[in-house]
């Protein structure tokens, strides 16, 4: 089902990042990676919020593009994201929020396919049906979208619903421009097609703690370890994400090998509860830099020193 | 008695092993779910395609003894006349069940049982699916939970009891406007999570390959039985299939075994002995037109489901294939009267088989389905589906290109449907409805 295109790519293994800023993240220590859906629950809040990550101790930002089917995420940030496209949130927006948004982190987008094969950057989907199906034209589909996100400042993309066997479009359109390209490992991928995704990932492989969509959970997998285990031979960041929420989490995980941790409910947990108890932006803001900090501290504390063994 | 199926002449349609047709299709899921489709594909060849372990054989005895096929094809006599051409109804209708629906569901359970799974899910939108899994899932004595948008739940109460009664759990989807595209994306998460002991049973002809070519193959048998049952009638094969199209599974049931036949044998081409080329059998899918084929952007909304006829390429639920969408490419809400072809996408082999002008699409809008709902229940004495009613919304609008033989796929009974109906027809002026006076108030 791979379109015979086991071509000789590169091996990224490695971990030659296309990007260098995200390969710097990942560079000085365990990496804090926290998402956020942009535009949830408005623009003006939540660009207050990334800063408030950053300043919490974010080395990378995953910004969520909203897409109105998001099979991959729980309850938690579908309901940010009804609410971030209750707010107006398009595309356009998106990229003009990741060029002011004052941070100096570099910054994934998260999104869904349909949002990338559709994009064109004269406004007009009737000029990508136009201009052939498969999005090579310049002006629509992955090649736009990611030169639109290059241009804004975007350093690498995460798409969960685009398997390693339908990317070869949007892998092109990434190298072009120097961005990376994440994918997710899941506890399921093993074998053949854990060695390709390998071949084909670029900045830090995500590696997904458990089976399931995205959400909180208070015990952190086993699977996790497992899945570190699988993939200790390579040398390409990884960080994990699905279900951290906390400091010792954090913590833990890094220290079981991994390169960097990625939270995304824990924090739209908090922006939820600031909606629905009226908080002010400011002060839904201190929360998130505060949980922010707790999860970056956690995950310091993990890093393994390189005299002991410990577990 | 599978190989009959696989040798017939006309068996030769779009198999898609690599799960494309042309540039639609594909497996567009989260990687967690990339094994489980592997293994899937896999349990497809070997059984569906191979007959392994007499699987087929088994599928087939089951349809026959649990389901009650070979469903008859029914001379329409008085819609016949009406259209002045020879009108066929393969009663679907009369599947146990009441759908088309338990041809896949029943092949799917049976293969998860083969493939050693131990839970089926699923999502149904009229109900029907949901119902025709719970069915299986109890005949074959598996454990089922049904996932089911809330405002579908309070459109098909008596389907869900049906589902319950048959032992499985309904878990409502509140999501979006709560309809079929809510709970294919919520099943889609379960599954995620539970995919190494679960079986996904898809309800129609979408989602990731292998689901549009297996859930196909499974319902072709409405298509092998056509034509067995249109020559055994007529002497010839039909002039033309006419189905309704929501995803399209009733759809390609009907279409699959004619797609590459070249008509020859079709009845007006024998009756009229010239040689002059008669051309393929016509296939016409009717989507549901809603109240407007028109699109309101700003509140993303499609009053209509119609992607085959007025949407665009693009990825949704694993697959590539038309869609109704925003020019951003958000996924719109859809309408119609009939919540088993409300849905913003189709199956990509049908919307393939559109681009190559194989199948023509037509679409049919809430009032004249509804017309066509009575026009049945009142001359022929078969209350069909909401979803049905629209392929006779079809016969009516385009009455005058009708001629030959022509076969109606009555993909369902409207039994289900009977209290959207009352509600329905007293909140619009419908012509050939019964006096409704004695309803005002309910039932
Ligand atoms: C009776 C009936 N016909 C048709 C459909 C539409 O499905 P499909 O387009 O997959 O045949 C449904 C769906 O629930 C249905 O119940």
Known sequence: MTEGGQSAETRRSDGAAANSEIAAAFADGPAFVPYLAVGDPSYEASKAYVEALARGGADVIELGLPFSEPIAEGSTIQGAIVRALEGGMTPELFFEFVEAVDVDVPLVCMTYYNLIYQYSNDGDSEARRASGANGTAANTGPAAFVARAADAGISGLVVPDLPAEEADPLRAACDEHGLDLVFIVAPTTEGDRLESMMERVSGYVYVQARLGTTGAKSDVSDQTDRSLQRLSGWDVPKAVGFGISSGEQAERIVASGADGIIVGSALVDIVADGVDNDWSTAETATKLEAKASELADGANRGRPTPTTGEE | ?443
Request: some cysteine; glycine content about 10%; hydrophobic content about 35%.
């Open chain 2, 1 to 443: 008695m599978s190989t009959d199926h696989a040798t017939d002449a006309a068996d030769s349609h779009t198999q898609a092993a690599d799960g494309k047709f042309g540039d639609y299709g594909g497996q567009y899921v989260p990687e967690a779910l990339m094994p489980a489709i592997q293994e899937l594909t896999d349990a497809y060849e070997r059984y569906v395609v191979n007959n392994e372990d007499g699987f087929m054989d088994e599928f087939r005895q089951r349809l026959a003894d649990f389901g009650g096929r070979p469903t008859p094809l029914q001379r329409a006599d008085r819609l016949s006349e009406r259209y002045d051409c020879e009108l066929y109804l393969k009663r679907e209708d009369l599947l146990h069940g009441g759908a088309h629906k338990l041809n896949n569901a029943l092949g799917q359970v049976l293969l998860a049982k083969y493939m050693g799974k131990d839970r089926i899910i699923a999502e149904t939108g009229a109900g029907q699916h949901g119902t025709a899994t719970a069915m299986a899932a109890a005949h074959l004595d598996m454990p089922c939970t049904i996932y089911m948008g809330e405002r579908d739940i309070n459109r098909q109460r008596p389907n869900v009891f049906r589902m319950k009664l048959n032992g499985s759990d309904v878990k409502p989807v509140t999501a979006g406007r709560g309809t079929l595209k809510e709970a294919i994306s919520e099943t889609m998460r379960d599954w995620a999570a539970s995919v190494e002991t679960t079986h996904y049973v898809i309800g129609s002809i979408v989602g990731p390959h292998p689901f549009p070519v297996m859930v196909r193959d499974f319902h072709s048998v409405i298509s092998e039985e056509i034509r067995t049952q249109t020559r055994e009638q007529t002497g010839g094969l039909p002039d033309a299939v006419v189905a309704c199209a929501g995803g399209g599974s009733n759809t390609m049931g009907a279409f699959a075994h004619f797609i590459d036949d070249d008509g020859a044998e079709r009845s007006s081409a024998k009756n009229q002995s010239g040689d002059e080329p008669r051309g393929r059998v016509d296939l016409v899918a009717v989507e549901a037109g809603g109240s407007s084929l028109a699109v309101d952007e700003e509140e993303g909304v499609a009053p209509n489901s119609a992607s085959l006829s007025t949407g665009d390429e693009g990825v949704l639920h694993g697959a590539r294939t038309k869609l109704l969408q925003d020019s951003f490419g958000q996924i719109m809400e859809s309408h119609s009267i009939s919540s088993g072809l409300d849905y913003a996408g189709v199956g990509p082999e049908l919307a393939h088989l559109v681009d190559e002008d194989r199948v023509t699409p037509v679409a049919v809008d809430d009032d004249a389905a509804l017309e066509g709902f009575h026009r049945l229940s009142n001359t022929e004495g078969i209350i069909p589906a909401l979803e049905t009613a629209h392929a006779f919304g079809y016969l009516e609008e385009h009455a005058d290109e009708l001629s030959g033989t022509v076969v109606v796929n009555v993909s369902g009974r409207g039994d289900k449907d009977l209290q959207a109906a009352i509600e329905e027809t007293e909140a619009r002026d419908v012509p050939n409805a019964p006096d409704m006076s004695m309803f005002s108030g309910g039932i």
